[in-house]
């Protein structure tokens, strides 16, 4: 396994970005999977505002920030209200971001806005040419979105995901997001290292006109096989607030 990529952010303190898979790319696009709960909504969205100046400033760019509608299936602790994925080119333009000394004081308000944290990086598995994002048109807040987030091999997942796109677009809906994860966040302080909570190896997005659509694709052959391979699912319904 690759050694971790770290800044240092204080005297006693550095920032890591963990590889936990062999193919890690520290220069290929890195995006970063954020989940969790609100305890305080106006100072994340506060701690929002000043972030998205320092976000834009490393050339990442929001891709998907959503809200959650219900549970379909999981783990009920896993399950989170909040779902915001950030694309960066590259991790250490995260670290870049990082070093901001104005950004590391709005990461305060977060801190103190936000319950039950998840953390990761993930390599998106689209094409670029399918991978738009947030700026992308064709999605719209009145669409509903399936999420799910897995853990399991990656491997059926990186060998058969163009037939479960394809099985996906026969239910009329589309690909928006499909993850897998590549590096862990740690904060290292005098020493002692502290890993963030995340479960997730991979994490799916699909963008559809109804629920109905939805159910019918979670019956599908293919889907069903991909949900067999993995030890644990987590399907939720996901609205998009951005």
Same mark, same amino acid.
């Given at each position: 396994?690759?050694?971790?990529?770290?800044?240092? +952010?204080?005297?006693?303190?550095?920032?890591? $970005?963990?590889?936990?898979?062999?193919? /890690?790319?520290a220069s290929a696009d890195m995006c970063a999977i954020n989940w969790f709960d609100l305890k305080r909504a106006w100072m994340y969205q506060l701690?929002?505002?000043?972030?998205?100046?320092?976000?834009?400033?490393?050339?990442?760019?929001? /891709?998907?920030?959503?809200?959650?509608?219900?549970? @379909?299936?999981?783990?009920?602790?896993?399950?989170?209200?909040?779902?915001?994925? +950030?694309?960066?080119?590259?991790?250490?333009?995260?670290?870049? @971001? #990082?070093?901001? %000394?104005?950004?590391?004081?709005?990461?305060?308000?977060?801190?103190?806005? +936000?319950?039950?944290?998840?953390?990761?990086?993930? *390599?998106?598995?689209?094409? %670029?040419?399918?991978?738009?994002?947030?700026?992308?048109?064709? /999605?719209?807040? =009145?669409? $509903?979105?399936? #999420?799910?987030?897995?853990?399991?091999?990656?491997?059926?997942?990186? *060998?058969?995901?163009?037939? @479960?796109?394809a099985s996906a677009r026969e239910h009329n809906m589309q690909v928006y997001f499909c993850g897998l994860t590549t590096a862990h966040i740690a904060?290292?302080?005098?020493?002692?290292? =502290?890993?963030?909570?995340?479960?997730?190896?991979?994490?799916?997005? /699909?963008?559809?006109?109804?629920?109905?659509?939805?159910?019918?694709?979670?019956?599908?052959?293919?889907?069903?096989?991909? %949900?067999?391979?993995?030890?644990?699912?987590?399907?939720?319904?996901?609205?998009?607030?951005?």
């Amino acid at each position: 396994m690759q050694k971790p990529l770290s800044t240092t +952010v204080s005297k006693t303190e550095k920032v890591l $970005i963990k590889p936990v898979v062999e193919h /890690f790319d520290a220069s290929a696009d890195m995006c970063a999977i954020n989940w969790f709960d609100l305890k305080r909504a106006w100072m994340y969205q506060l701690y929002g505002l000043i972030a998205s100046r320092f976000v834009r400033k490393v050339s990442a760019r929001l /891709f998907f920030k959503g809200k959650l509608v219900k549970q @379909l299936e999981g783990p009920e602790d896993r399950q989170r209200e909040n779902l915001l994925i +950030v694309c960066y080119p590259g991790a250490r333009k995260f670290l870049d @971001l #990082v070093d901001f %000394k104005i950004f590391q004081l709005a990461s305060v308000l977060r801190l103190a806005a +936000v319950r039950r944290f998840c953390f990761g990086f993930t *390599e998106n598995m689209l094409e %670029k040419a399918d991978s738009k994002g947030a700026s992308d048109k064709r /999605f719209n807040k =009145q669409q $509903i979105y399936l #999420v799910h987030h897995f853990q399991g091999d990656d491997g059926w997942l990186r *060998e058969n995901r163009q037939s @479960l796109f394809a099985s996906a677009r026969e239910h009329n809906m589309q690909v928006y997001f499909c993850g897998l994860t590549t590096a862990h966040i740690a904060r290292e302080k005098s020493g002692q290292q =502290q890993n963030p909570e995340f479960f997730m190896d991979g994490i799916l997005l /699909f963008a559809a006109q109804s629920e109905l659509d939805i159910e019918n694709f979670t019956l599908d052959d293919i889907y069903s096989t991909f %949900k067999r391979k993995n030890s644990s699912n987590s399907l939720y319904l996901f609205s998009r607030s951005l």
